[in-house]
């Protein structure tokens, strides 16, 4: 069975640029998070999408982070425009659910630099 | 929050050595799951304990839940270098959980 695939897996623009970053889920799993990692830290959530729909985004910084899961198998996080402080791992994860606190699995990571 | 807190951030040991991780949290919970982060990977799960089991065993692994003071601790047995990594745990509610800062285990060959 494949895992949670992340690409790119590194990244490196400039201050005031775009970005973006894509997750393939592992099949079936219907839940999928956005986590962004900064060095020496652990996981903080960005958003949580159940199938299609975003059930929890209450960490996403709207002003210059969207996502989107069209169809509810990819997802697509985008930073416009990007700061320096966004420099860190972006990971996806996905589950079968969240009801019952489910085993996340994770892909690989993004990791961001912005100059 | 049910953020976990892992205590110590380092631990540093001999292979062939036991380590042994410790993890706090403020709420009630369903389960709690413990992580693995190699460095510069992603996170891979090792074991989950729901929260009516006291004690649970995943090959040299041994984790508990003591729901009552809202703590719990992973014991590796004979560690190896490839034990190395960043030890996380995450204390599960009904919608989500939150990662603690973790663990810094260095094995030493």
């Known amino acids: 069975e494949a895992g949670v695939v992340q690409s790119p897996r590194y990244k490196i623009i400039e201050k005031k640029q775009p970005v973006a970053f894509w997750c393939n889920p592992i099949?079936?799993?219907?839940?999928l998070y956005w986590y962004l990692q900064n060095l020496g830290q652990g996981p903080e959530l960005l958003i949580r999408?159940?199938?299609?729909?975003?059930?929890?985004d209450s960490q996403l910084p709207k002003d210059r982070f969207s996502a989107e899961r069209l169809k509810g198998v990819d997802s697509t996080l985008k930073i416009q425009p990007a700061e320096l402080g966004d420099s860190a791992v972006y990971l996806c994860?996905?589950?079968?659910?969240?009801?019952?606190?489910?085993?996340?699995?994770f892909g690989p990571g993004t990791r961001l630099l912005v100059l | 929050s049910q953020q976990g807190e892992e205590d110590p951030q380092a631990l540093s040991i001999q292979e062939g050595e036991n380590a042994t991780m410790n993890c706090s949290y403020k709420t009630s919970i369903n389960n709690l799951q413990w992580y693995r982060q190699n460095s510069g990977r992603g996170l891979v799960h090792l074991i989950l304990i729901r929260s009516n089991e006291r004690e649970k065993h995943s090959g040299r692994l041994r984790v508990t839940l003591d729901t009552s003071k809202k703590s719990s601790s992973l014991l590796i047995t004979a560690s190896r270098a490839a034990d190395t990594a960043s030890y996380f745990c995450a204390p599960a509610g009904f919608n989500k959980f939150y990662f603690g800062s973790g663990t810094k285990l260095n094995v030493k060959p």
């Open positions: 999408y159940e199938n299609e729909e975003a059930v929890d």
């Open positions: 994860a996905s589950s079968t659910g969240t009801a019952q606190g489910e085993t996340q699995y």
């Open positions: 099949s079936g799993h219907n839940t």
